[in-house]
């Protein structure tokens, strides 16, 4: 089973940046998709980025241009990096399988998240 662990977050004033850091536990790590989501409170879960195991990447239109999604296969992480925040940023971040997101597989599971708070 996979397993994700999410870490980075803070406090930050509007315009400010945060990296966050998605460290898998899998020995395939180079042959997975990641993407990372987001949640605030009282909101549904929402697809932040994603990265391929060929690099391929993707953004939501709310956070193209500000945020860079990246992978370090020799470490099974996944980065993102959080420039030009937004109070509307805010929200507990996590890292997943898609699929896992999608309920397709039964293998995986939600982490903790890390949390982002942006102050304006």
């Known amino acids: 089973q996979v397993q994700m662990v999410e870490s980075g977050g803070g406090l930050v004033q509007a315009g400010g940046s945060l990296r966050l850091s998605c460290v898998v536990s899998?020995?395939?790590?180079?042959?997975?998709?990641v993407y990372w989501y987001r949640q605030a409170p009282g909101k549904q879960r929402e697809l932040v980025a994603g990265i391929t195991s060929g690099g391929s990447t993707n953004y939501a239109d709310s956070v193209k241009g500000r945020f860079t999604i990246s992978r370090d296969n020799a470490k099974n992480t996944v980065y993102l990096q959080m420039n030009s925040l937004k109070p509307e940023d805010t929200a507990v971040y996590y890292c997943n399988d898609p699929r896992v997101a999608a309920g397709t597989t039964r293998f995986g599971s939600w982490g903790q998240g890390t949390q982002v708070t942006v102050s304006s």
């Open positions: 899998t020995n395939i790590f180079r042959l997975i998709t």
